[in-house]
């Protein structure tokens, strides 16, 4: 991946805070053009509220976040920084895609309108140039065929496709990925973690991965990001951050997580075996 100086993305000592309860502890982070991060951690820790930030669906409570060099939260104005209005909010967050957990399609629109109907409307494509580019990009997913079905006809993991579709038919700068398998049966998830993968290796998007899919956060990114309690713990290249974690939380949460895992293998065996 080439790195670049200037990061794309740049959050300076953000935090978040629901009441009392402080999500998130001055995060310092920076990630660069082209590059894959994937962000792990225990439940609660803060990775879907930093997901949220970025997609101005959370507020953060003090600090701030830059987009492709803009404010995203803020403005500058006689050289000092305001609260941002919706004109700036929209501008920036023009920038960046989302899929998330539940898919969101609309239920009434075959899948070929689903994916078209933000590029007709938001970014003033025709409707010829949208279809062409959907009809792209959903045969880049495997949908090719299922143009004009409706999303009660698909599979989980094909509606998820079309989300990932959706979003990347916008050709964002930045592409957020929030848990896109945990509402998946099982047996769905290889093949939307395969799209993402394909995407990733293309190298035209950068990627924020909140992901409790280890293995696949090890093969496609760049970087891991380890977040407990609202902060920061460790970060590095894959191979370090799993053959050698630094910190004692880390290696708590990741043998956990193997635990766990092997637990979850041996029932499907013995469920397997039973049937």
């Known amino acids: 991946m080439p790195y670049i100086d200037q990061p794309i ?5 953000v935090s978040k805070s629901f009441g009392d309860l402080e999500v998130l502890k001055e ?3 920076k990630i660069y053009p082209g590059e894959i991060v994937a962000v ?5 820790s803060g990775k879907t509220t930093m997901a949220r930030m970025l997609m101005t669906l959370e507020k953060p409570t003090s600090g701030t976040i830059m987009v492709d060099n803009d404010y995203l939260w803020h403005r500058e104005v006689n050289g000092k920084l305001v609260p941002a209005d919706e004109k700036h909010l929209r501008k920036v967050r023009s920038k960046i895609g989302m899929v998330f957990q539940q898919f969101n399609l609309f239920p009434h629109m075959n899948i070929l309108r689903n994916v078209t109907e933000a590029p007709i409307h938001v970014l003033g494509w025709s409707k010829e140039e949208a279809r062409q580019r959907a009809i792209e990009i ?7 065929d299922k143009l004009y ?3 009660i006809k698909l599979s989980g993991g094909q509606q ?3 989300a990932i579709a959706r979003a990347v038919v916008m050709r964002p700068k930045v592409m957020l990925f929030d848990e896109v398998t945990s509402a998946l049966d099982p047996e769905l998830v290889d093949e939307v973690l395969e799209v993402i993968k394909e995407l990733a290796s293309e190298g035209e998007m950068t990627m924020l991965l909140v992901t409790h899919e280890m293995d696949f956060a090890q093969d496609v990114a760049d970087r891991i990001i380890f977040i407990s309690d609202g902060r920061i ?9 799993f053959e050698n974690p630094q910190t004692a939380r880390l290696q708590s949460f990741l043998a956990r997580f193997r635990n ?11 469920q397997s075996l039973a049937n």
């Open 149 to 151: 079905e409706y999303p």
């Open 160 to 162: 998820q496709r079309v």
């Open 260 to 270: 766990n895992f092997r637990n979850y293998r041996g029932s499907q065996v013995t």
């Open 27 to 29: 995060i310092d982070l």
């Open 233 to 241: 713990v460790e970060q590095g290249p894959p191979q370090r951050i």
């Open 40 to 44: 792990i951690g225990p439940s609660g």
């Open 138 to 144: 959903l045969n880049k997913v495997g949908l090719g």
């Open 9 to 13: 993305i740049e959050f300076k000592k």
